[in-house]
């Protein structure tokens, strides 16, 4: 059990990052102050500056949050029967669920990690669990035969990886676009490049496909 006044301090960054992540997500890193973000949080800023000292530690804040949630929700699916569904579940909360603040959150921190070192390294770290927990998923799903033993599964990791951020990017740039109506869409493509194709006798071809 946690001890209660832990327990407080984790609930009350949480609330800080929250309140963070909705200023950033309005205003942009660089226009959102840390004034701001204490009218946002409620508090003054001499108790917001206890717990993150600048706004570059409230940046690290929301991209640790970002990476454990991550990690938690592959977590959530290590243990799918189906690699076809696991990878449903992931994209629909990702990609679906998630708040407009979370997704516009996230193309902030892509932006900003092409000019900012120490937010690129950050985003690289999750960049880097996230593909390499793919390539686990598609690497556990070939030797079960669900999906062509034949694919490249870095490639098919990175190219996964970049349908998410195309997504993500257009949800946060275009209000028309939907990620529920295009995810169905965008699952069968993949289905229909990973799924393993059968010759008429029942048997896989060397390329995976019908001769």
């Keep these: 059990m946690r001890h209660p006044n832990r327990q407080r301090q984790s609930d009350r960054r949480a609330e800080i990052l929250d309140a963070a992540e909705r200023c950033f997500a309005r205003s942009g890193f660089h226009r959102a102050s840390m004034q701001d973000i204490c009218a946002e949080a409620s508090m003054s800023p001499g108790n917001l500056y206890r717990y993150f000292p600048s706004k570059e530690a409230l940046i690290a804040g929301i991209c640790e949050r970002n990476r454990a949630d991550a990690v938690d929700s592959f977590n959530q699916v290590n243990d799918a029967p189906d690699f076809f569904e696991a990878l449903a579940g992931l994209a629909q909360y990702h990609l679906v669920d998630r708040t407009?603040?979370?997704?516009?959150?996230?193309?902030?921190?892509?932006?900003?990690?092409?000019?900012?070192?120490?937010?690129?390294?950050?985003?690289?770290?999750?960049?880097?669990?996230?593909?390499?927990?793919?390539?686990?998923?598609?690497?556990?799903?070939?030797?079960?035969?669900?999906?062509?033993?034949?694919?490249?599964?870095?490639?098919?990791?990175?190219?996964?990886?970049?349908?998410?951020?195309?997504?993500?990017?257009?949800?946060?740039?275009?209000?028309?676009f939907s990620a529920e109506a295009s995810l169905p869409l965008v699952l069968r493509m993949v289905h229909g490049l990973l799924a393993p194709a059968k010759a008429a006798g029942g048997n896989e071809t060397k390329d995976g496909m019908k001769p």
Excluded: F
């Design 100 to 176: 407009d603040d979370e997704v516009s959150i996230c193309a902030e921190i892509m932006a900003e990690s092409r000019r900012h070192p120490d937010i690129a390294k950050l985003y690289q770290t999750i960049e880097n669990e996230v593909r390499d927990r793919l390539a686990a998923m598609l690497t556990r799903a070939a030797e079960r035969g669900e999906i062509r033993k034949d694919v490249d599964i870095d490639a098919v990791a990175g190219l996964l990886l970049a349908i998410g951020d195309g997504m993500s990017w257009r949800r946060s740039v275009d209000a028309k």
